[in-house]
């Protein structure tokens, strides 16, 4: 059990002459000095400006940050490897190393803190979620009446969308194109249920490597599902193709029970730690009212399918 008391997260959109949805970069200039402000890539302001706004007034009493991430900090990375191309290994600028390295947020957020607590990042592409919610629920265990802060975030770049459509990634048959994209959303977790405005009771890998025990396995969780109080489903396929062969069941079954289905990934696009962005938003309409139940269900490249529970506290 994780009980949710604030999040953080950046919304999407497309860009002008951009074929993936692109973050939204909020003013988190008071976070940092103009020389950073300049220096670092907006998928760092942005990460680092969310995990900021979540844990800024609780810096005493984390005991640990805890990010996920499946590409990292891609620009950085690539003007990185351009570099040593360009420069063939010599005159490199030790800046963009470090800030292309996939644990530079939650380094960042520590010392921006002035913390030395638990801090690890995980990198494990449509498992990623799940590694993290893993770990910050056994670590508000072991810590009762400490807090953790938990985040997610991943970067698209042009480049990387040119090698996804070569490699065939963002093509399925019959044409279907997939929406891919990018996000950050952060989130402030403890046992308690004090201060809590969601809580999360559940999540699980459902991928069990074979078709037909994904699918036996996604019926056994349907079938012992409490019906109680309004409820709506997350589902994470990004087009007709994958609906019908990646949650037909599911949307078989919200049919027969009349349940709401959300295509999040409408609003996100598709990435490594798409379902980070995914709980942002059922959060957020759980803690307004809009339902008492969410159940988040997603896969990242066919594979790694999962679910996750968000209910009121």
Same mark, same amino acid.
């Given at each position: 059990? @994780?009980?949710?008391?604030?999040?953080?997260?950046?919304?999407?959109?497309?860009?002008?002459?951009?074929?993936?949805?692109? @973050?939204?970069?909020?003013?988190?200039?008071?976070?940092? $000095?103009?020389? *950073?402000?300049?220096?670092? +890539?907006?998928?760092?302001?942005?990460?680092?400006?969310?995990?900021?706004?979540?844990?800024?007034?609780?810096?005493?009493?984390?005991?640990?940050?805890?990010?996920?991430?499946?590409?990292?900090?891609?620009? !950085?990375?690539?003007?990185?490897?351009?570099?040593?191309?360009?420069?063939?290994?010599?005159?490199?600028?030790? =800046?963009?190393?470090?800030?292309?390295?996939?644990?530079?947020?939650?380094?960042?957020?520590?010392? !921006? #803190?002035?913390?030395?607590?638990?801090?690890?990042?995980?990198?494990?592409?449509?498992?990623?979620? #799940?590694?993290?919610?893993?770990?910050?629920?056994?670590?508000?265990?072991?810590?009762?009446?400490?807090?953790?802060?938990?985040?997610?975030?991943?970067?698209?770049?042009?480049?990387?969308?040119? @090698?996804?459509? *070569?490699?065939?990634?963002?093509?399925?048959?019959?044409?279907?194109? #997939?929406?891919?994209?990018?996000?950050?959303?952060?989130?402030? &977790?403890?046992?308690?249920?004090?201060?809590?405005?969601?809580?999360?009771?559940?999540?699980? #890998?459902?991928?069990?490597? !074979? !078709?037909?025990?994904?699918?036996?396995?996604?019926?056994?969780?349907?079938? /012992?599902?409490?019906?109680?109080? +309004?409820?709506? @489903?997350?589902?994470?396929? /990004?087009?007709?193709?994958?609906? $019908?062969?990646?949650?037909?069941?599911? =949307? +078989?079954?919200? &049919?027969?029970?009349?349940?709401? $289905?959300? &295509?999040?990934?409408?609003?996100?696009?598709?990435?490594?730690?798409?379902?980070?962005?995914?709980? &942002?938003?059922?959060?957020?309409?759980?803690?307004?009212?809009?339902?008492?139940?969410?159940?988040?269900?997603?896969?990242?490249?066919?594979?790694?399918?999962?679910?996750?529970?968000?209910?009121?506290?």
């Amino acid at each position: 059990m @994780i009980y949710i008391s604030k999040i953080s997260f950046a919304e999407t959109s497309f860009l002008e002459g951009s074929d993936y949805r692109n @973050i939204s970069v909020p003013d988190f200039s008071g976070y940092f $000095e103009k020389n *950073e402000m300049r220096r670092l +890539s907006p998928i760092i302001r942005t990460a680092v400006g969310c995990g900021m706004e979540v844990a800024n007034k609780y810096r005493d009493s984390l005991c640990g940050i805890i990010v996920g991430t499946g590409r990292g900090c891609l620009s !950085k990375l690539e003007q990185f490897l351009a570099d040593i191309s360009k420069y063939r290994e010599t005159a490199l600028n030790p =800046s963009v190393f470090i800030q292309s390295t996939n644990n530079t947020i939650g380094g960042q957020i520590a010392l !921006k #803190l002035n913390i030395n607590t638990y801090n690890m990042t995980y990198v494990n592409q449509g498992f990623t979620v #799940l590694n993290v919610l893993t770990d910050a629920e056994m670590l508000t265990m072991e810590h009762p009446g400490k807090k953790v802060l938990f985040g997610f975030f991943d970067e698209n770049t042009d480049f990387n969308q040119m @090698i996804h459509r *070569e490699a065939g990634f963002l093509r399925t048959r019959e044409g279907n194109e #997939l929406i891919y994209g990018q996000g950050v959303s952060f989130f402030l &977790a403890s046992g308690s249920e004090d201060g809590a405005i969601v809580k999360i009771t559940d999540f699980r #890998l459902l991928d069990k490597g !074979k !078709k037909s025990e994904t699918q036996k396995a996604v019926q056994e969780f349907l079938s /012992n599902l409490m019906m109680d109080g +309004s409820l709506a @489903i997350y589902s994470g396929y /990004n087009n007709e193709y994958e609906q $019908e062969n990646l949650y037909g069941t599911i =949307s +078989s079954f919200v &049919a027969e029970n009349g349940i709401p $289905e959300i &295509a999040f990934k409408r609003e996100t696009g598709d990435f490594d730690t798409a379902s980070g962005m995914a709980l &942002a938003l059922a959060v957020d309409r759980v803690a307004k009212g809009e339902f008492d139940k969410i159940i988040i269900f997603n896969h990242y490249k066919k594979i790694s399918l999962h679910s996750i529970t968000v209910t009121k506290p």
